[in-house]
């Protein structure tokens, strides 16, 4: 089982830039596909960026492409989120996700959740 962990929310300007961390356990992901997805209130999960397992390949939902980066770190088996020019408009719970299948922009692709950190970027 892989255990998912993310870190790095908190409450920001609008403009500002913030760093997401998702750090596994109980396993190395690198054969993982990971995802960032994110929760607005009232709305659905969606995904914002995917990684592949190689990190070769990346995805980005029109909303963020430009503004936001993923990365992993094998070596410390953590994934990244970089997003920058953060808007109001940003503002949810984001959440890692991993998967041994394909990536998919659908909450059922993925097998492994991390617990959320929030975001707040206020205007």
């Known amino acids: 089982q892989v255990q998912l962990v993310e870190f790095g929310g908190g409450l920001v300007q609008a403009g500002a830039s913030l760093r997401l961390s998702c750090a596994a356990s109980?396993?190395?992901?690198?054969?993982?596909?990971m995802g960032w997805f994110r929760q607005a209130p009232g709305k659905e999960r969606d995904l914002v960026a995917a990684i592949n397992w190689s990190g070769g390949r990346t995805y980005y939902a029109d909303s963020v492409k430009g503004r936001f980066t993923i990365s992993r770190d094998d070596a410390k088996n953590t994934v990244y989120l970089q997003m920058s020019s953060l808007k109001p408009d940003d503002t949810a719970v984001y959440y890692c996700a991993g998967t041994t299948r394909a990536v998919s922009p659908s909450l059922n692709g993925y097998d492994y959740w991390g617990q959320g950190t929030q975001v707040t970027v206020s205007s």
């Open positions: 109980g396993r190395t992901i690198s054969s993982y596909n």
